[in-house]
Structure formats: C-alpha cells, structure tokens
C-alpha cells in the first residue's frame, strides 16, 4: 500500500474502534451475569440475556453505523479533512462487517462465559488465518478496497463458525 492508501485506511479503522467500544461495553456487563446463570443450568435466563446483550448492541451501534453511512463523508471531511473523503467506501463496507458482528451477537463471549474457551480457538485460528490470506490476496490488487473488504469478510465468517459452536454446545 503507499501511503495515501494506508492514510485512507487508518481513517476508516478508527471510526470502527468508536463502533466497537460499545460492543466492549455491553460484553463487559453481561459476561458475569452469563457464567453464572449458565452454570446453574437456567439456559432461559442465558438466553434472555443473550437476547437482551443483542437488542441492547443494536440499539448502542445502529444509530452509529447509520451516522456513518449516512453522513460519514461530512465527518470524515471535518475530523480529518476532505483530502480523506476517499475513506468513506472503506467506512461503508467495513460498517457491514460490523453490523453482521453486532447482530450475531457475543459468541466468542458466549463460549468463554460457559467454559468452552477451548472451541473457540479454531474458530480464532480460522479468522485470523482467513483474514492474512484475504487481505493478503485482495490487498495487491484492490488496495485499501481489498484490505477492507478481507477484513469485513473475515469478520463474518468468524462469526459465523463461532455461532455454529455456540449452537452446537451450549444450545444456546
């Protein structure tokens, strides 16, 4: 990447990790609450905070993702300046990835909370593994594009296989 491209990325990284400390925050409260009620065997007491963590994230990082896509152009213009418009693309599709990790909801929390932290680590070693390969395919070729878009698409199949775990042990 030169270093226009990496400018362009950096931008768009740093509204994610604004995204992304409300997920921090809601995963912060609900794990006590979730290795307790799931070791007293009350899987509908799980359930219902699992439901509520999901409903609770959404509410927290849909308005944020909406304020990027629908105004992210005039924010990054007056954070960064308009010289970074071009970040904007990169914003939209990595606030994808981010909405499909938001509405799986806390699955890697999920299996730690209810002592299945071993499943998670194929799960962990497939993300990052997929994520190297695609952004190091995509990245030649598209530039911060393929950077962004191997981020976001290893983003979601993470979540994905670590939902199927969930699923599959824990019932939940």
């Given at each position: 990447?030169?270093?226009?491209?990496?400018?362009?990325?950096?931008?768009?990284?740093?509204?994610?990790?604004?995204?992304?400390?409300?997920?921090?925050?809601?995963?912060?409260?609900?794990?006590p609450?979730?290795?307790?009620?799931?070791?007293?065997?009350?899987?509908?007491?799980s359930?219902?905070?699992?439901?509520?963590?999901?409903?609770?994230?959404?509410?927290?990082?849909?308005p944020?993702?909406?304020?990027?896509?629908?105004?992210?152009?005039?924010?990054?213009?007056?954070?960064?300046?308009?010289?970074?418009?071009?970040?904007?693309?990169?914003?939209?599709?990595?606030?994808?990835?981010?909405?499909?990790?938001?509405?799986?909801?806390?699955?890697?929390?999920?299996?730690?909370m209810?002592?299945?932290?071993?499943?998670?680590?194929?799960?962990?070693?497939?993300?990052?593994?997929?994520?190297?390969?695609?952004?190091?395919?995509?990245?030649?070729?598209?530039?911060?594009?393929?950077?962004v878009?191997?981020?976001?698409?290893?983003?979601v199949?993470?979540?994905?296989?670590?939902?199927?775990?969930?699923?599959?042990?824990?019932?939940?």
């Amino acid at each position: 990447l030169d270093s226009e491209s990496v400018a362009y990325l950096k931008v768009a990284l740093q509204a994610m990790g604004f995204i992304a400390m409300g997920l921090a925050a809601t995963n912060t409260v609900i794990m006590p609450l979730l290795a307790r009620s799931y070791s007293n065997d009350d899987l509908n007491k799980s359930q219902g905070l699992l439901r509520k963590s999901v409903r609770l994230n959404v509410l927290i990082t849909l308005p944020m993702i909406f304020l990027m896509i629908a105004f992210g152009k005039p924010i990054i213009s007056l954070l960064f300046g308009g010289a970074f418009l071009p970040s904007y693309r990169l914003l939209v599709i990595l606030c994808i990835g981010q909405l499909v990790n938001v509405l799986m909801g806390s699955v890697g929390t999920v299996l730690y909370m209810t002592g299945n932290a071993k499943e998670a680590v194929m799960p962990m070693i497939f993300g990052l593994f997929s994520n190297i390969f695609l952004v190091s395919v995509l990245t030649p070729l598209y530039q911060e594009l393929g950077a962004v878009i191997g981020i976001s698409s290893s983003v979601v199949m993470w979540n994905l296989l670590m939902a199927y775990k969930v699923k599959k042990i824990t019932g939940l």
